[in-house]
């Protein structure tokens, strides 16, 4: 099949409201991971905050991937347009209120409400925006898609977020260097209200499945205290948690590591290549273990991912830091497309959406964790004694405990 064939069937087999959600949700990752690449140095040296607003990375990364379990009912009470329009609006006001805190022209009103207060407020109403985004650009895939397209949507959705998660932050160099830390997050403001103004105009509501279920808040923490009830998926999710501790310090920890150790002032474009080989490791990874079941593959990604911040311990270049990227890349794209499988299969058939809400779970308490954990190592051994392999050696750790924990999972729980 030639190429003008391939996007004639690409075009014919997705509607139009599934491109416009499509092209929101990249230019969305823009602005967030370029703000998320920066957020920790700027909380901590620009607003003074320290170690302190490194947790404070943690918190808003916990709020955003939580807030969206709870979302769903609005989402489904507003309709999608609505969401959408509400998400980037509180977006690019939430971005505002960060950035002002860094700015001279922000200070007189950020003192009289108080630093520390003003930025936690500035971050959770930023999540709150965050919080609708997912329901409604994972739900117009769904709506949009057939049986037969819907595979092919999902990957297409999955390849935008690693395009935004990679150009966001090497865009967001660029501003650092040449306008300041702060225009970052005025950026990506900028580009929320842009997404406002985007949806209102261009997107169109999909037609809702006329047998789906509404869901309500009460509907919501029934579901919960079934899956809090079910002891083997709950372990499932913590042993997975240990994993996003890891990952989530390519925002809090590693940008000062490759600024301040490394002397890379653009650590941004390191930080970056994570993405970069998500996009290209995704497909390959896929085909090569299509064979393996789904648990040692899993193990197998929480291994390599492990190894990632060990590459660190031994060799002190960006060629290692690099590496590492990669490694962690690929440890991803190794555990995520069968931990959402897997999730599907462990859940009883009448629960598989309740389990499948619950699987940003692991994220969200990573990141909960990931904050205050950075900013220990930060102060510990990159502030006042320098030992940055250290903290590498007790991130692989964690990363070997949490591949140890599956492997028992898998001898114990699984093939019983």
Do not use: H
Not at 69 to 76: E, F, K, N, S, T
Not at 240 to 254: A, E, K, N, S
Not at 284 to 304: E, H, I, N
Request: charged share 15%; net charge positive.
């Amino acid at each position: 099949m030639d190429l003008a064939a391939r996007f004639s069937e690409l075009k014919s087999g997705f509607a139009r409201s599934f491109w416009v959600a499509n092209v929101l949700e990249l230019f969305e990752r823009f602005s967030f991971y370029g703000s998320k690449i920066v957020l920790a140095v700027f909380l901590a040296e620009t607003v003074g905050l320290g170690p302190f607003g490194v947790s404070l990375v943690g918190l808003y990364g916990f709020a955003v991937y939580f807030l969206p379990i709870l979302a769903g009912p609005v989402v489904d009470r507003f309709g999608f347009k609505k969401s959408l329009a509400a998400c980037f609006a509180i977006f690019s006001l939430g971005y505002f209120l960060i950035g002002l805190s860094g700015m001279p022209m922000g200070q007189p009103l950020v003192s009289a409400v108080g630093t520390k207060t003003w930025v936690v407020c500035a971050l959770l109403i930023t999540a709150v925006g965050g919080s609708l985004i997912k329901p409604c650009i994972v739900g117009t895939v769904a709506r949009t898609t057939t049986k037969d397209t819907k595979a092919l949507g999902y990957s297409i959705y999955y390849t935008l977020v690693n395009i935004g998660g990679w150009l966001g932050p090497v865009l967001a160099s660029q501003v650092r260097v040449s306008l300041g830390i702060a225009q970052v997050l005025v950026g990506a403001s900028l580009v929320s209200f842009l997404l406002f103004l985007g949806t209102l105009v261009f997107f169109k509501e999909p037609a809702r499945d006329p047998g789906a279920e509404e869901r309500t808040l009460g509907k919501v923490l029934k579901d919960a205290a079934l899956v809090l009830a079910n002891g083997r998926f709950i372990g499932f999710l913590v042993i997975f948690t240990g994993f996003w501790v890891m990952f989530w310090q390519v925002y809090d920890l590693f940008p000062f590591y490759v600024r301040d150790v490394l002397k890379v002032e653009r650590f941004e474009l390191i930080g970056s290549l994570e993405a970069f080989s998500v996009i290209f490791l995704t497909v390959p990874v896929a085909a090569l273990m299509k064979k393996v079941r789904a648990v040692p593959q899993m193990t197998l990604g929480l291994a390599v991912g492990s190894c990632s911040w060990l590459v660190l311990v031994f060799f002190q270049t960006w060629q290692a830091a690099a590496l590492a990227m990669f490694l962690l890349a690929l440890g991803e794209v190794l555990q995520a497309p069968r931990y959402y499988e897997y999730i599907a299969d462990l859940a009883p058939k009448e629960q598989v959406g309740t389990f499948m809400g619950f699987a940003f779970l692991p994220i969200a308490l990573g990141a909960l964790l990931a904050g205050p954990l950075g900013g220990v190592l930060l102060q510990s051994y990159l502030k006042e004694t320098m030992q940055p392999a250290k903290a590498w050696m007790i991130l692989s750790g964690l990363g070997f405990v949490s591949t140890a924990a599956l492997l028992a999972y898998d001898r114990f729980l699984v093939r019983r």
